[in-house]
């Protein structure tokens, strides 16, 4: 498979130091090849990668002072991606959503992992205006601010299973490693520790946004030998600093969407106690691999437990669960399911690239007139990677849903055991078409009920090419226009759907159902001559009913005379 990775610039890959997603990029690229993958990594020119390297600019912006706007030099890696997109199967973004508008407008299937917090108001309009944007999670944790993006899976990060390793060390002191900030809480790590009687080593590297909280927070409480800070250190020296800890103490204070250093003291068999925010709870299994903590007093308890924990048993778990190799495999997963779909759209429709590829699909940016077919088309190329809601497909069909979806049930009720729902549900969308609605309206959980992309797409696949061939001799003439047919659709409809439900004659319901749907065919293809004569035989097969149906009260009357 050839596949692009696409990395910030503002570290190397990997990162000299501290820098959790460059880490998490090197060790993805470089299981990728070693699966036997063709992997172009776009990235700084200082990167180090079994990869194809394609140099964005020569160094990390971390250590390039003349770069005074990283964002214009992201900018520049799209537009290089997007001129070699066709040179690979699928595209895979870590630079949040900078690719998301750009790249929906091309066909190389792309997929952007976020690795950041997603929590903050902007997030909201950002996921709202690109719903269906294939998107990767690093938690479930990470998802729940914005339940309506478009996930298609949880990946949880990897590392290499020998980079870290137990090493033949006596623990003697709690370990506190990654940054100091206030969302780290460095502080409360040095309070349980104090409260334990054990000593605490901090590692931990303090950006120059948090030097004042250093100094004016932090400093003070840095108590040589009870306390003692090292400053950071690189993946050599993480294994013995890790292995000589009792325990790592991750009193985090904010939603955090993975911790690597979690997963860091696992692969050192390193027991951790982690404070139940974020992502904790689903990296750190309760009693196994560490404790689970609400507050500082609930840590210091948990302590007393650490002597039960296993420390080779933790070590087996970091084996299972969080090994690069799985998650080069997990992506693999991701990566093959979107080259299918797009395949999948492909067969649906060998002229998808004329239509355009919008992320939010508007009704009054369409033609006044457009075939069905294409219609379909659109939705098809809309619909998100892993499903789709009744609700999304009848707003993305917008006009055409009344005609679309009522063609579909009156094909439906042609079968000899299947016109009663089907006629149910004619029936209410005939009332919201002679009251005037834009769309068909359901209940709530009908509206959110999700269905397959894939089965979306086959069956629109075929949908397709029944329309265009229907269209070849359905098209506007005595062009009509939605508005103007809606009400007597709606109420010709509704009668029909009562001759379909209420006439106690087998097979009785194939004759109103087909009516039904070549009403429908002619109203979504604006064909004012179908409609007429379809409208023609709806009122001659009403009154063919009416008149049965009249005859048998008269003959029920006279028969109860007599």
């Known amino acids: 498979m050839r596949i692009a990775q696409i990395a910030p610039l503002?570290?190397?890959?990997?990162?000299?130091?501290?820098?959790?997603?460059?880490?998490?990029?090197?060790?993805?690229a470089d299981e990728l090849v070693a699966l036997g993958h063709d992997v172009v990594l776009f990235a700084s020119g200082d990167s180090q990668t079994s990869a194809n390297l394609e140099a964005c600019?020569?160094?990390a912006l971390r250590l390039d002072g003349s770069v005074r706007d990283p964002n214009a030099l992201h900018m520049s890696v799209l537009e290089q991606v997007r001129q070699r997109a066709h040179d690979f199967d699928v595209l895979h973004f870590h630079l949040d959503y900078y690719p998301f508008s750009l790249f929906s407008r091309q066909p190389t299937p792309f997929v952007t992992t976020l690795h950041g917090r997603l929590d903050l108001p902007e997030h909201q309009v950002v996921f709202a205006t690109f719903p269906f944007i294939p998107v990767v999670s690093i938690s479930d944790a990470q998802r729940r601010p914005v339940p309506g993006a478009g996930w298609i899976r949880t990946i949880h990060h990897g590392m290499p299973e020998r980079l870290l390793t137990p090493q033949p060390v006596t623990p003697a002191y709690f370990a506190f490693l990654g940054r100091i900030s206030p969302e780290k809480a460095v502080d409360q790590a040095i309070w349980i520790a104090k409260r334990c009687g054990v000593p605490l080593k901090i590692a931990?590297?303090?950006?120059?946004?948090?030097?004042?909280?250093?100094?004016?927070?932090?400093?003070?409480?840095?108590?040589?030998?009870?306390?003692?800070?090292?400053?950071?250190?690189?993946?050599?020296?993480?294994?013995?600093?890790?292995?000589?800890?009792?325990a790592l103490l991750a009193p985090i204070a904010w939603p955090e969407p993975f911790g690597l250093v979690l997963i860091e003291a696992m692969a050192c068999g390193t027991p951790v106690i982690a404070f139940n925010r974020g992502s904790v709870p689903e990296i750190v299994e309760d009693g196994l691999t560490g404790f689970v903590v609400g507050d500082e007093e609930e840590a210091v308890a948990a302590t007393d437990g650490l002597s039960r924990l296993s420390r080779g048993a933790i070590r087996q778990r970091?084996?299972?669960?969080?090994?690069?190799?799985?998650?080069?495999?997990?992506?693999?997963?991701?990566?093959?399911?979107?080259?299918?779909l797009e395949a999948l759209r492909d067969r649906a429709s060998t002229s998808y690239r004329s239509v355009h590829r919008d992320s939010r699909p508007h009704a009054q940016s369409r033609p006044r007139r457009i075939p069905s077919s294409r219609v379909l088309e659109e939705v098809i190329h809309q619909a998100s990677?892993?499903?789709?809601?009744?609700?999304?497909?009848?707003?993305?069909?917008?006009?055409?849903?009344?005609?679309?979806?009522m063609l579909s049930l009156g094909l439906l009720a042609t079968t000899p055991v299947g016109s009663t729902v089907p006629g149910l549900i004619l029936a209410v969308m005939a009332v919201q078409l002679i009251v005037g609605r834009g769309e068909p309206v359901f209940p709530h959980f009908v509206m959110t009920r999700r269905l397959p992309t894939k089965q979306i797409l086959r069956l629109g696949g075929r949908a397709i090419h029944v329309l265009k061939y229907l269209e070849k001799v359905v098209h506007p003439r005595w062009p009509i226009t939605f508005e103007a047919a809606k009400c007597a659709v709606?109420?010709?409809?509704?009668?029909?759907?009562?001759?379909?439900?209420?006439?106690?004659?087998?097979?009785?319901n194939v004759a109103p159902a087909m009516v039904i749907s070549l009403i429908s065919l002619a109203y979504v293809e604006e064909d004012g001559l179908l409609l007429s004569l379809a409208l023609l035989a709806a009122i001659i097969l009403v009154g063919i009913a009416a008149a049965a149906v009249w005859g048998t009260i008269v003959g029920v009357v006279l028969t109860g005379n007599a």
């Open 204 to 246: 931990a590297k303090i950006d120059a946004v948090d030097r004042d909280y250093f100094e004016s927070e932090i400093r003070k409480l840095l108590t040589p030998p009870d306390v003692e800070y090292i400053g950071e250190i690189n993946d050599g020296e993480k294994s013995s600093f890790l292995s000589g800890a009792i």
């Open 10 to 28: 503002t570290e190397a890959i990997p990162p000299k130091l501290y820098g959790g997603t460059e880490r998490v990029i090197s060790w993805l």
């Open 57 to 59: 600019w020569p160094k």
């Open 385 to 405: 990677a892993e499903y789709v809601t009744v609700g999304w497909l009848t707003s993305t069909l917008h006009r055409h849903s009344f005609g679309i979806i």
């Open 490 to 508: 709606g109420i010709m409809i509704l009668l029909l759907t009562a001759v379909l439900l209420l006439t106690p004659v087998p097979l009785s």
């Open 318 to 340: 970091f084996e299972e669960r969080f090994t690069a190799r799985r998650m080069a495999r997990e992506y693999l997963v991701v990566y093959r399911s979107l080259i299918e």
